[in-house]
């Protein structure tokens, strides 16, 4: 299509009060429908650290809802809750009913493919590390970062399922050790 036609188009959406908005709007519904119905197809209870489920929700995050970020919890009770949002803002869309805490797991994905903490991210470990277990950020497949509240001040980064370096935050650290794996000059941890 030409850009005049596009233009075109554009113009006539706008004199018929349609900007294509509540179209994509509709679709995303679909999309995220679809996202949930596949990943809770991959979730076995009592089996959310299974390669499947992970792979499940990369695929949702990157294929069916492209550039959004998707978060799964697992209850004390091995429920799965699933939403979906934008890189700054996640949350669910109907309160999450029937949740149970502790929560086993939170696993959330950065579709952009790198697989770290962000300030939100320890924000909200920080805050739930009595109430939850364990975390996962993907960054794609193989490659996740692994939290867990017995260690509530590091993140482990894994890339191709082997650990590449360790993220920490608190009292006056931040970031990456200075000894850890980062791009070509590294020293393994001992």
């Not at 004199?15 to 179209?23: T, V």
């Not at 399922?161 to 070509?184: A, H, L, M, P, S």
Request: hydrophobic share 35%.
């Amino acid at each position: 299509m030409s850009k005049s036609s596009d233009w075109a188009m554009r113009e006539e959406e706008k004199r018929n009060g349609d900007d294509g908005y509540d179209k994509y709007l509709a679709d995303l519904e679909i999309a995220r429908a679809e996202a949930e119905y596949f990943i809770r197809n991959g979730y076995e209870n009592d089996a959310w650290h299974n390669d499947e489920l992970m792979i499940g929700i990369w695929h949702a995050s990157t294929e069916i809802l492209p550039k959004l970020e998707v978060q799964v919890v697992i209850d004390s009770e091995d429920k799965i809750f699933i939403s979906s949002g934008t890189s700054g803002y996640v949350d669910f869309k109907i309160d999450p009913v029937g949740m149970k805490l502790p929560i086993k797991t939170w696993i959330h994905t950065h579709p952009f493919g790198s697989a770290y903490f962000s300030g939100t991210d320890i924000k909200t470990v920080s805050i739930w590390e009595p109430l939850m277990e364990t975390a996962f950020v993907l960054g794609g497949v193989g490659h996740y970062g692994f939290w867990e509240n017995t260690n509530p001040k590091q993140l482990q980064i894994y890339r191709d399922f082997e650990q590449e370096r360790v993220q920490r935050w608190g009292e006056g650290t931040y970031g990456y050790d200075e000894n850890e794996k980062c791009g070509e000059n590294w020293s393994e941890e001992e």
